[in-house]
C-alpha cells in the first residue's frame, strides 16, 4: 500500500463557490465527472441547497434545479442525516431529519437536466427515519439498512426497485446484527458490508457484518454472518465514513464514546484500510498530520484521491476541504515543494521567535475555545489541590474505592493522565489538567528559581527553563485537539 498525503485545498484550487459548512450531508459520485453535495446542518439551521465539484475542470457550481413536488415544492424540504445514493445520472434521496421531525418522502434528482422528482412509492414502506445507510445494488435497486425512527434503533433491511418504485422488506434467517444508526454501508460485489454505528441504549459498535441474497439471479438464501477481520481493526465509532477505492474500502473518522472517564465523546481523524486481497484491516501510512478529528462528513474517491468534506466534532462545524493522494501525486509533489520553498526563505532566528509566538497563540486559542481561564503568574492566586473542587470531583471518579484522601484520589488522575495517550483525553478534562500542571510548574520553579513565573508562562521556554503540558508537544498537537 502507498504512503499517502494529506494536502488542504483552497479557494485558489478551484473556480466557482466553494460549499458552506455543514455536517450530516450527502455526498454522491454521478458517473466519474461529478459529485453533488446535498443537505446538511449548521449552526442548527438545515439545508436544501445543491452544490456541485466537476472533477474534470476543478469548477464548483450551484445548478438552478427545478421541479414539482406534493405542496408545490420543487425540490426536498432541508435536512440531515439523510440517505442520498447515485444510479446512472440519478441522485435519490429518501428520510432524513429536519428539527425533531424524521423524514419519510423519497425523491430523486436528474443531474442531466436538474430536475427534481418527488416520487411516490408503494409495498413495504419503511417507516420514517434518520442515521439510517444506503447503497446501489447493481443499476436498479437500492438497499437500506437501520437507522433511527425517534422511538428505537432499526434493524431492518429495504430493497427499492427504481423502476417499478416497490419497497420490499427483505426477510432475513438467522442471526442478524444488533439495531443501529449512524454505521455505514459498501456493496462489495455480492455483499452488503455494515460497519459500527449506535445502538440500542447508547452503546457505540465495531462490528463488521456482512449480508448475502441481494443478488436476485444469485438464488441464495438472505442471511447476515460477522466478520471478524485479523491486522488492525478501527475502534468502535459511528459516524464516520468508508470509501471504495480499487481494492481497498477506506474508513475515515468517526466518533466514538470517551471510556469510563468520561461521557463524553472522542472524534478521530485516523484512516483505516479494509484490503479485500488479504482481507484484513491495515492502517493507511500517512506522510504528514491529518486534518481535525471529526464525524457526519463526506468522503468521495476522485480517482486514485480522495476528497474530504465538511462535518462536525462536538463544537465546530467545518467547510474545509481536503485531498487524500499518493505522495507521487501531482497535488502532493506541489504541496511539498511549496513547503520546502518556505523552509529555505525562513531566516532562523526569526522563525525560532516566530515559532514561540505561534506556541503562545496556539495554548491560548485552545484556552479560548474551551473556556478555561487565562493561566495565573502569580503563585499566590494559584489554589491548592484541596480546594481545587473541580480537580477533586474528576479524581473521586477514577479511584473513589481505593483513596483513603482527596491527595490520594488527585495522585491516581495524575498517574492515569501520565499514563494515558494524547487522543485519550477528554476535552473536559483538559481544564483542571492544565491548572494542575501549572500548579505543579510553579512549586517546581519557585524551588528552584524564585518567584518570578513570568519566564515560563504558560509552559514554554524562558532563558533556558523549559517546560511542557503532559500531552503537548508542539503546536500543531494543540490545533489538532
Keep these: 500500500m502507498k504512503t499517502h498525503c494529506w494536502v488542504q485545498a483552497s479557494a485558489s484550487d478551484f473556480s466557482g463557490p466553494l460549499p458552506q459548512p455543514r455536517s450530516g450531508h450527502t455526498a454522491v459520485n454521478i458517473g466519474k465527472s461529478k459529485i453533488v453535495i446535498f443537505g446538511g446542518l449548521v449552526d442548527k439551521k438545515f439545508l436544501n441547497d445543491v452544490t456541485v465539484y466537476d472533477t474534470d475542470n476543478d469548477m464548483w457550481f ?22 442520498a445514493v447515485s444510479i446512472d445520472c440519478n441522485m435519490f434521496i429518501f428520510g432524513g431529519r429536519s428539527g425533531g421531525n424524521r423524514l419519510g418522502d423519497f425523491w430523486v434528482l436528474d443531474t ?5 422528482s418527488e416520487l411516490i412509492t408503494f409495498g413495504d414502506l419503511p417507516s420514517s427515519r434518520d442515521f439510517a445507510a444506503a447503497s446501489a445494488v447493481g443499476n436498479s435497486k437500492i438497499v437500506m439498512y437501520g437507522g433511527w425512527d425517534g422511538k428505537k434503533w432499526l434493524s431492518d433491511v429495504y430493497v427499492l426497485d427504481t423502476i417499478s418504485l416497490e419497497w420490499m422488506e427483505l426477510s432475513v434467517s438467522g442471526t442478524i446484527p444488533p439495531p443501529r444508526c449512524g454505521h455505514s454501508v459498501t456493496m462489495i460485489e455480492k455483499r452488503l458490508l455494515i460497519y459500527g454505528g449506535r445502538g440500542g441504549g447508547g452503546p457505540i459498535m465495531g462490528d463488521l457484518w456482512a449480508l448475502k441474497g441481494l443478488i436476485k439471479e444469485e438464488t441464495e438464501t438472505p442471511g447476515w454472518t460477522q466478520l471478524k477481520l485479523p491486522g488492525q481493526a478501527p475502534s468502535s465509532r459511528c459516524g464516520h465514513t468508508v470509501a471504495s477505492g480499487g481494492p481497498y474500502l477506506l474508513l475515515f473518522g468517526g466518533h466514538g ?42 468522503m468521495n474517491c476522485v480517482g486514485s484521491r480522495y476528497l474530504l468534506f465538511g462535518g462536525f466534532d462536538g463544537k465546530i462545524t467545518y467547510g474545509d476541504l481536503w485531498w487524500l493522494v499518493p505522495e507521487d501525486d501531482p497535488i502532493a509533489k506541489k504541496f511539498k515543494t511549496a513547503s520546502s520553498e518556505g523552509v529555505q526563505e525562513r531566516d532562523t532566528t526569526t522563525g525560532e521567535k516566530q515559532e514561540g509566538l505561534r506556541e503562545g497563540s496556539a495554548i491560548a486559542e485552545l484556552q479560548r475555545r474551551l473556556e478555561i481561564s487565562g493561566l495565573q503568574s502569580n503563585p499566590e492566586l494559584i489554589i491548592d489541590e484541596i480546594e481545587d473542587k473541580e480537580l477533586i470531583h474528576l479524581a473521586s471518579r477514577i479511584d473513589s474505592e481505593e483513596a483513603v484522601s482527596n491527595m490520594q484520589a488527585v495522585q491516581a488522575l495524575r498517574d492515569h493522565w501520565m499514563k ?20 505543579l510548574i510553579t512549586r517546581h520553579h519557585i524551588g528552584n528559581v524564585g518567584s518570578n513565573l513570568e519566564l515560563v508562562e504558560f509552559g514554554f521556554p524562558g532563558k533556558g527553563a523549559s517546560f511542557r503540558f503532559y500531552h503537548i508537544k508542539s503546536a500543531s498537537q494543540v490545533h489538532a485537539w
Excluded at 62 to 83: E, L, M, Y
Excluded at 264 to 289: A, F, G, H
Design 112 to 116: 442531466d437536466i436538474w430536475q427534481w
Design 62 to 83: 450551484q445548478p438552478v434545479c427545478t421541479g414539482n413536488g406534493s405542496d408545490g415544492k420543487v425540490g426536498p424540504s432541508p435536512r440531515a442525516f439523510h440517505i
Design 257 to 298: 464514546t470517551g471510556g469510563w472517564l468520561s461521557r463524553y465523546d472522542i472524534y478521530y481523524n485516523d484512516c483505516i484500510v479494509l484490503d479485500r486481497v488479504s482481507v484484513q484491516w491495515k492502517r493507511m501510512p500517512t506522510s504528514n498530520e491529518p486534518p481535525a478529528a471529526r464525524a457526519y462528513h463526506s
Design 420 to 439: 494515558s495517550a494524547p487522543q485519550s483525553i477528554t476535552l473536559k478534562e483538559l481544564r483542571p489538567l492544565f491548572h494542575d500542571y501549572q500548579r
